[in-house]
């Protein structure tokens, strides 16, 4: 296990497209992360998962993201009808849940979107 | 609701010297952790050092320590025999008792030759 893998890397696309980034934790994690980050920012929290429950959303997460996490292994974070103030950086991170309050998040590289 | 504050945009520190980053933070709870995680340019962010509010002894990891001071709501990080390869974004974050970290805006962290 290498560890938390973020797809893609970097995506580019037209204001008002949609976008999917895909998120493959720790294959032993139960929870899982997304968090957003600009430019001069920390990481922003957005959702996670326990399992494949979403237990919390931030008010960040308009109606135009959602999340999902089938199966309880990988998670996609989807962006619709993208607008300019989403270009950020998403980041992925997993971790066993009862070592979270031990702050064992492993995060991945994350996937930068930039929209035009 | 919980803030975490980061005062220094950025810092810099000659190798082998020792440098101090700043973190503040705003809380109505009395259990708590406050982590510093390190975010290297284009990889992955990692935790550095953790501290349990109950605890009042201040971590400390290698080279890597913190002053908590719990009335004052400072968590600072102490870098010493600082190391090229320390050069990094750094965040403060903290984290109650519910499931998420809230950090801070970070300090970039350069170190020189």
């Known amino acids: 296990d290498t560890g938390v893998s973020q797809n893609p890397r970097h995506k580019i696309t037209k204001r008002g497209q949609n976008v999917t980034f895909r998120c493959d934790p720790i294959?032993?994690?139960?929870?899982l992360y997304w968090y957003r980050q600009t430019l001069g920012q920390g990481p922003e929290f957005l959702t996670y998962f326990q399992n494949e429950a979403q237990l919390e959303k931030s008010r960040l997460l308009s109606d135009r993201f959602s999340a999902e996490r089938p199966k309880g292994s990988f998670s996609t974070l989807e962006i619709q009808r993208t607008e300019q103030g989403d270009s950020a950086m998403y980041l992925c991170?997993?971790?066993?849940?009862?070592?979270?309050?031990?702050?064992?998040?492993?995060f991945g590289e994350g996937s930068r979107l930039t929209v035009l | 609701a919980q803030t975490v504050t980061q005062s220094q945009p950025e810092m810099s520190v000659q190798e082998a010297e020792t440098v101090t980053l700043s973190c503040t933070y705003d809380?109505?709870?009395?259990?708590?952790?406050l982590f510093w995680y390190k975010q290297p340019p284009s990889r992955q962010m990692i935790l550095v050092i953790r501290?349990?509010?109950?605890?009042?002894q201040n971590a400390t990891e290698n080279r890597f320590s913190v002053n908590f001071q719990k009335a004052a709501k400072s968590f600072s990080l102490k870098i010493s025999d600082s190391q090229l390869g320390d050069a990094a974004m750094y965040f403060c974050?903290?984290?109650?008792?519910?499931?998420?970290?809230?950090f801070g805006t970070g300090t970039r962290l350069q170190v020189f030759p």
């Open positions: 501290q349990e509010a109950y605890k009042q």
């Open positions: 294959s032993e994690h139960n929870r």
């Open positions: 991170a997993s971790s066993l849940g009862l070592r979270v309050s031990l702050g064992e998040l492993f």
């Open positions: 809380t109505s709870e009395s259990d708590y952790y």
């Open positions: 974050a903290y984290k109650d008792n519910t499931d998420k970290l809230i």
